[in-house]
């Protein structure tokens, strides 16, 4: 959670500024775990894609 302070806003169709109330909002926060799954299929992929420019290329 987060706290967000009062701000204000501004209403798109009409352009009148307008105050935004301070609100709490969910954040979210990768875990490492989440973190390592990514990072190892970017991995993969771009090895995948290595071996598909080699057998192109020759």
């Known amino acids: 959670m987060r706290d967000k302070n009062e ?3 501004r209403n798109p169709k009409t352009g009148e ?3 935004i109330s ?3 909002v ?3 926060k990768a875990s490492n775990v989440l ?3 990514i ?3 970017h991995l ?3 090895q995948k894609a290595e071996k598909v420019a080699q057998k192109n290329a020759s």
Do not use: D, W
């Open 35 to 37: 973190k390592q799954k």
């Open 44 to 46: 993969m992929r771009k």
């Open 17 to 19: 500024e307008v105050p």
């Open 26 to 28: 969910m954040t979210f």
């Open 7 to 9: 701000r204000i806003g």
């Open 22 to 24: 301070p609100r709490r």
């Open 39 to 41: 990072l190892k299929a």
